[in-house]
C-alpha cells in the first residue's frame, strides 16, 4: 500500500517522507515502504497536490536518473555557449 495517498497521510502521519523539489517537481520517498511520488511541485490546490505517479523504487532507479541529470547538464552547458556565441 502506498503511503503517498491523501489516507496514507491522514493514517499514519508519523511516517517518514522525503521531499525533493526538482523545478516544478516534487520528488517524496517513503523509505517505510521503497517508494516514490511524483507530485506537481506548484500546485495551487490540495486537489493538485495528490501524486501524479507513485511507484516503487527499481534497482536501476538511481543510475535512470543520473543519465537524466547528465543530460540536462549538458543542455544547460549548450545553451551557455550558445547565449556565450551570441553576446561575442
Same mark, same amino acid.
Given at each position: 500500500?502506498? +503511503?503517498?495517498?491523501?489516507? #496514507?497521510?491522514?493514517?499514519?502521519?508519523?511516517? $517518514? *517522507?522525503?521531499?525533493?523539489?526538482? !523545478?516544478?517537481? @516534487?520528488?517524496?520517498?517513503?523509505?517505510?515502504?521503497? +517508494?516514490?511520488?511524483?507530485? #506537481?511541485?506548484?500546485?495551487?490546490?490540495?486537489? $493538485? *497536490?495528490?501524486?501524479?505517479?507513485? !511507484?516503487?523504487? @527499481?534497482?536501476?532507479?538511481?543510475?535512470?536518473?543520473?543519465?537524466?541529470?547528465?543530460?540536462?547538464?549538458?543542455?544547460?552547458?549548450?545553451?551557455?555557449?550558445?547565449?556565450?556565441?551570441?553576446?561575442?
Amino acid at each position: 500500500m502506498s +503511503t503517498h495517498t491523501v489516507k #496514507a497521510k491522514r493514517r499514519h502521519p508519523d511516517t $517518514d *517522507r522525503e521531499h525533493y523539489e526538482v !523545478g516544478h517537481m @516534487t520528488f517524496e520517498l517513503s523509505q517505510k515502504d521503497h +517508494t516514490f511520488a511524483l507530485i #506537481a511541485g506548484e500546485a495551487l490546490t490540495a486537489r $493538485d *497536490r495528490r501524486p501524479l505517479f507513485s !511507484g516503487v523504487i @527499481t534497482q536501476n532507479m538511481a543510475d535512470d536518473l543520473e543519465v537524466v541529470a547528465w543530460r540536462i547538464r549538458q543542455l544547460k552547458l549548450l545553451q551557455e555557449g550558445e547565449r556565450e556565441k551570441a553576446d561575442g
